[in-house]
């Protein structure tokens, strides 16, 4: 039973494609995550969804466009790649923060894209 | 800015304890939590701290001492299959975000 399961789990493509990347979770958490993480390992939040409502943009360029069609499910259209975003995409979900208590999150198992 | 320090790499040998430290600076603070990821997987839930103090499940430790931006994990009778990078995670905000700003990771490696 996957809980956060992310497809494809490979993404390689020219630069100046567009990709989308999808992402789904069956633990009925309310909140979803995108997170990139770079060839040094450094894992960091692109966006966050809360019942399909966005709560986290980060500073992100406009290329990159999340949409979540309901609470199970935040998928990731990126346009126009370039070299710099050859990463590992992480999807993750979380219960809601909002007791003020930190959520674990859990994390599916990554798609690694790489631009030519 | 915000940021949250962790030594690069800790080598141990396999039985042995070894500590990872992290220390943070961020604008808020709403509890420290671990992550364990292997080469190649995702990142896993280990461990949170809300309050200052040691939380034990097994054989991982987690400590926090909120007056001085520091926490640490506690890994004890170190296996093969603990080598893998950890991460410290401080939760900055409240309300429903939950947003974690992760450290620069600690990579760990057991040597029998």
């Known amino acids: 039973d996957t809980a956060v399961s992310q497809t494809p789990k490979y993404l390689v493509t020219q630069m100046g494609n567009d990709k989308s990347i999808k992402c789904e979770q069956n633990?009925?958490?309310?909140?979803m995550y995108w997170y990139k993480q770079d060839s040094k390992k450094f894992l960091k939040i692109m966006f966050s969804?809360?019942?399909?409502?966005?709560?986290i943009n980060e500073t992100v360029p406009n290329r990159f466009s999340p949409k979540s069609p309901d609470k199970a499910h935040l998928n990731l259209h990126i346009n126009s790649l370039e070299l710099g975003d050859s990463a590992v995409y992480f999807c993750?979900?979380?219960?809601?923060?909002?007791?003020?208590?930190?959520?674990?999150?859990?994390f599916g198992d990554g798609t690694r894209l790489s631009i030519l | 800015g915000q940021s949250l320090e962790q030594p690069s790499e800790v080598t141990a040998v396999e039985g042995a304890i070894v500590q990872i430290n992290c220390t943070y600076q961020?604008?808020?603070?709403?509890?420290l939590s671990w992550y364990q990821q292997h080469d190649g997987g995702a990142p896993t839930f280990l461990s949170y701290?809300?309050?200052?103090g040691l939380e034990e499940t097994g054989r991982f430790s987690s400590f926090l001492s909120r007056s001085d931006s520091y926490g640490y994990l506690l890994l004890q009778e170190l296996q093969m299959k603990d080598s893998a990078s950890y991460f410290c995670?401080?939760?900055?905000?409240?309300?429903?975000?939950?947003?974690?700003?992760f450290g620069t990771g600690t990579l760990l490696a057991v040597q029998p």
């Open positions: 633990l009925g958490h309310d909140t």
């Open positions: 701290n809300g309050l200052d």
């Open positions: 969804y809360n019942n399909k409502e966005l709560i």
């Open positions: 961020t604008s808020g603070f709403y509890g």
């Open positions: 993750a979900s979380s219960q809601d923060g909002g007791n003020g208590l930190s959520q674990p999150q859990h």
């Open positions: 995670a401080v939760r900055d905000s409240g309300g429903a975000t939950n947003k974690l700003i």
